[in-house]
Structures are given as C-alpha cells and as structure tokens.
C-alpha cells in the first residue's frame, strides 16, 4: 500500500498561498493522487486529484513532480475558512484498498 | 452532483441501545459504499466495505454482529450498532463513489463523496 506522510500542521494568514506536501514513495503505476478538505463534524469534501504534472480547478492546483514521489497542494489567497484538515489519498480506483486509507492529514490553521 | 445525504447528524441515546444510521446519495448510484469511523483529534478509519446484494467485507478488529450493514439498494446503505455502549460513542462516517463514469470525464480516477457524518453518544 502506497503509504502517505504529511505535515500534522501548519499555520497561515488570510490572503497567503500555502502549500501542503505529502510524501508517497511508494505509489503505483496506477495510482492516482486525491486530496480531500475535513471541516469538525463533517465528512471530507473532495479538492482535487491528479496523476502527473499540473491539475488546476477553481479551488486549488495539484502539482506532482516526474517521479510522482510527492505532491503538493496549494491554496491560493487562503481565508479564514479554509481552516480544515487537508488529507492526500494515493490509490486506484481498481484497487480501492488504497484510496480508502486516510493518513494523519495536515491540520492547517488560517489566522487573520 | 454527487450529493450523499447521511442522517441522523447526532444521536445521544443509553448504553445498551441500538442505533441505526442511514446513508443515501441523492443524485447517482453506487455499487460500494464505505462506512467510516472517527475519534476526536484523529484520522478516519475504515470498518467495512458493502457491496449492494452482497455481505459487508469488514476491516480487522471491527466486530460484524455489532456493526451490522445493510446495503439495501444502489442509492442506500444502513449501519446498525447494536447494543451500543460508551466505547461506541463516535463519529460515523459514510461514503460513495459513483458509478458509471462518462468517458472523458474528470477526475479519471472517481473519488468518494462522503456524508455530513452521524455523532454517536451513547451515556
């Protein structure tokens, strides 16, 4: 199983781009890479996935290096109500064991 | 789209009861559904994968006579706790992914969409 290592936390301020790492060295072939956003006492919300390169969409972008052995998130401009937990998933969904083994997440906390 | 709708939100009820959390995508169908359990402070841990028409696959350590799972169609699964006690007391979480994917469609790799969450105490 592609195991996932994150940061367990990070602060920042409104208005600053942050940018959350999580280590995969073991990821497949197939796996691809999703990160998810929990608020307390609500399920986790789907941010974004990719394979390889770039992947941009109207929240956050995804990049992943040639060797896939990383990604990062980044948030652009962050508010306060981005505080949450971010947790990064690496898995394919022909393999569901993977995608279904959350890490600890990264607990970011957005400060005005 | 994919909207999952889990409900009760919370439930405090005495030891020894049994409770009966539903989980029911609004908007699509769903082969596998997931439920999931959460501590304070900690990640989500998986306790059993259901199939519709199939028995629940459970993770090790999860009993299967407590946790009963009932995937009673494409659109909905139950989780039961029975005789509930206070080391049950938590947050239950249920999940979906969506079947019958368009080609083209993003993301490639179709992720789960998760209910809001039932939290479970038990006195």
């Known amino acids: 199983l592609a195991k996932t290592t994150q940061p367990i936390s990070m602060d920042s301020y409104e208005g600053q781009e942050v940018n959350i790492t999580c280590s995969h060295n073991?990821?497949?072939?197939?796996?691809?890479i999703t990160w998810y956003q929990q608020f307390p006492s609500q399920g986790p919300r789907f941010i974004i996935q990719?394979?390889?390169t770039k992947v941009t969409n109207e929240v956050a972008s995804l990049f992943i290096p040639a060797d896939r052995k990383s990604s990062t998130l980044s948030l652009p401009r962050v508010s306060l109500s981005d505080t949450a937990v971010y947790y990064c998933?690496?898995?394919?969904?022909?393999?569901?064991?993977?995608?279904?083994?959350f890490g600890g997440g990264t607990r970011l906390m957005v400060k005005p | 789209g994919a909207v999952v709708s889990q409900h009760p939100s919370w439930v405090i009820c005495k030891s020894g009861t049994s409770v009966k959390i539903e989980c029911r995508s609004l908007?699509?169908?769903?082969?596998?559904m997931f439920w999931y359990r959460q501590f304070p402070k900690q990640s989500l841990m998986l306790m059993a994968t259901?199939?519709?028409?199939?028995?629940?696959?459970?993770e090790q350590g999860v009993e299967k006579d407590k946790f009963l799972i009932n995937h009673a169609s494409l659109t909905l699964s139950t989780l039961t706790v029975t005789s509930a006690h206070p080391e049950d007391s938590s947050f239950y979480i249920c999940?979906?992914?969506?079947?019958?994917?368009?080609?083209?469609?993003?993301?490639?790799?179709?992720?789960?969409?998760f209910g809001d969450g039932t939290r479970l105490s038990i006195l």
């Open positions: 259901s199939n519709e028409g199939s028995k629940a696959t459970y």
């Open positions: 908007d699509f169908q769903a082969t596998t």
């Open positions: 073991n990821i497949a072939t197939n796996d691809y």
């Open positions: 999940s979906m992914r969506p079947e019958g994917r368009k080609a083209g469609q993003q993301p490639a790799n179709q992720p789960q969409h």
């Open positions: 990719g394979y390889k």
């Open positions: 998933l690496v898995g394919d969904e022909n393999n569901a064991g993977n995608m279904l083994t």
